[in-house]
């Protein structure tokens, strides 16, 4: 019997027997190549998904619309989420909870000044407003909205701790005399969002008309102030009646 010839190369395997070198598995359908177009096609429908939340509604958009609206396969959209209860909950995690983060600290900030905190507030829901197209309208009908999907998820994730906190602040100013007593503590917090955000939500209603299309988040901010510093009195009616208070910010929202 004839024997290999030392250091002769073992003799090649059949094609297609099990020995045979494996190619690299296909990539799943709709998998995005590399990881920084992985990262960016997931921010991408991250961002179509707001803005079809903010105008359709969470539960009238499904994944399959949102795959659609951004131009790829459902199963790209399935790739990234499996469900939209998880894409809802990627949302919270990573859009809106840096969004209460720049609401937070506004009270620790002055607390022995409510007209400097709640002027504070509204310059900060105009600001994220204007810097995110996205969040007026959904924040409108997803979150003060009775039923909203999505302040039912919030209220499971956070509960009402910054809600209390903020009314307890509110009262405390009012039995130190340093804010109004006439208001209502349960309704200011709400007030704010009424003079910031609802003009932002509904700008595309508005803007249109001659009359109010220079209306801007600067604008919508000055007259928040105005409104929370001063009242809808003018100034001379303010000071006979011992209100002075100081004057709103031309420059707010800047």
Known sequence: MKTKPAGSPAAEPA?????????????????????????GQRARLIDVALALFARQGIVDTTLGAIAREAGVTPAMVHYYFNTRDQLIDVLIDERFVPLREALGGVFDAHPDDPVAALTDLALRFVK??????????????????????LRQRMHERFGNAQQQ??????????????????????????SLLGLTVLPLATSQLWRNDPA???????????????????????????????????????????
């Open 165 to 190: 906190a903020t009314l307890a602040n509110i009262e405390r100013w009012q039995k130190e005399g340093k804010l109004n007593l006439a208001l209502e503590p349960s309704l200011v917090f709400v």
């Open 128 to 149: 994220l407003g204007d810097e995110h197209p996205w969040f007026p309208p959904l924040w409108v009908r997803e979150v003060i909205s009775e039923g909203g999907l």
């Open 212 to 254: 109010r299309r220079r209306i801007g988040a600067r604008e919508i901010a000055r007259h928040a102030v105005a409104m929370i510093t001063q009242g809808v009195a003018p100034a001379a009616a303010r000071d006979e009646r011992g209100g002075g208070g100081q004057a709103a910010p031309r420059d707010a929202g800047r």
């Open 15 to 39: 094609s297609g027997s099990a020995s045979a070198a494996t190619p690299h598995a296909a990539r799943r359908p709709g998998r995005p190549s590399g990881a920084a177009a992985g990262a």
